[in-house]
């Protein structure tokens, strides 16, 4: 904004009460130059390069002086809102980075918190596998089974269930004629009954 200057336009000589306005006006003028430096500091990380246009023009220049006083600050204005579009734009985008870090780590929050739920299912499952392992013989090998079946299961093996169930045939006819045997010995028939089933698993994973 250019103000054209006073021997253009002829101005008459300035009486003391327009000498006294221009005077307000040029202190309301720097009050304001002032205050958009401090803005323009506190929205720029570095120190803001403050526009220097001033001449050596007097105040008593007056319309002249008061339209570059005018034109500095309408600069500085406008350097001002650039600087606050860019913090705008840096804050906005500092705002979708936390929103997208926070939803990361709730998604990270509720596989963890399914991996709990599983684990502490497995462990009840655990729990009372052994519980029926303090039974009689027959309920133990039958949960040490099931626990290999699901063991083996989980990592990929499906047939299992037809290796157990043909060799469970065999062991309930072997258990027929074996139903005499003492007690004391039950524990090391089922030990010598377990490897010879986990040999025989063994032998037709490598043969399939």
Known sequence: LL?????????P?????????????????????EILENILDRASEEKAEIISCRS???????????????????????????????????????????????????????????????AVTEKEVVENSLRV????GDQRRSSILQI??????????????EVISGESEGDDMSGSSASAASNGRESKQEVDSLVSISTSLLGSLLSR
């Open 148 to 161: 290999a079946e699901k063991g083996l299961q989980k990592v990929g093996f499906g047939f299992i269930m």
């Open 13 to 33: 000589a300035m009486d003391h009460q327009t000498k006294f306005a221009v005077q307000k006006i040029v202190v309301s003028l720097h009050s304001a130059d």
């Open 56 to 118: 050596n023009l007097d105040p008593k220049d007056g319309l002249e002086f008061l339209g570059l006083e005018a034109h500095n600050i309408h600069d500085l204005a406008k350097e001002v809102e650039i600087r606050l579009s860019e913090c705008r734009e840096k804050e906005r985008k500092e705002r979708c980075r936390m929103e997208s870090m926070i939803s990361s780590l709730k998604k990270e929050n509720q596989d963890i918190r399914s991996m709990l739920e599983v």
């Open 133 to 136: 392992l303090k039974g009689d």
């Open 3 to 11: 103000f054209p200057c006073t021997k253009c336009l002829q101005i």
